[in-house]
Nanobody, 126 residues
């Protein structure tokens, strides 16, 4: 599956942004999908992940209660609603996917995902 992100931009602290990820194939029931971010000088980290068929979602502690991951209505992609943004949310955000049923899966490890988008920049100013 190929992934293309959109929706990044610049916003002041406390503002909101919505990221979208378009997938080239149906993903609703067959892929784990996630958002990672990469800030300068830091490792790429998981922000949020959603299980196939929307059965469960996982969030990093730093975004819990502020970000919401969801699948597109057409079931071929992903959204990330980001509210109450902070300067530390600044970074490049990547959409990632892993096909269901391929053995052990560590959702927090970027190498667990086989498909990635090109990334979209989010900048939050104080």
């Amino acid at each position: 599956v190929q992934l293309v992100e959109s929706g990044g931009g610049s916003v002041q602290a406390g503002g909101s942004l919505k990221l979208s990820c378009a997938a080239s194939a149906p993903t609703y029931s067959t892929y784990f999908m996630a958002w990672f971010r990469h800030a300068p000088g830091k490792e790429r980290e998981l922000v949020a992940m959603i299980y196939p068929s929307n059965t469960l979602a996982t969030y990093s502690e730093s975004v819990k209660g502020r970000f919401t991951i969801s699948r597109n209505k057409d079931r071929e992609g992903l959204n990330l609603q980001m509210n109450s943004l902070k300067p530390e949310d600044t970074g490049t955000y990547y959409c990632a996917a892993r096909r269901y049923g391929r053995g052990f899966f560590d959702e927090w490890n970027p190498t667990s995902y086989g498909a990635w988008g090109q990334g979209t920049q989010v900048t939050v100013s104080s």
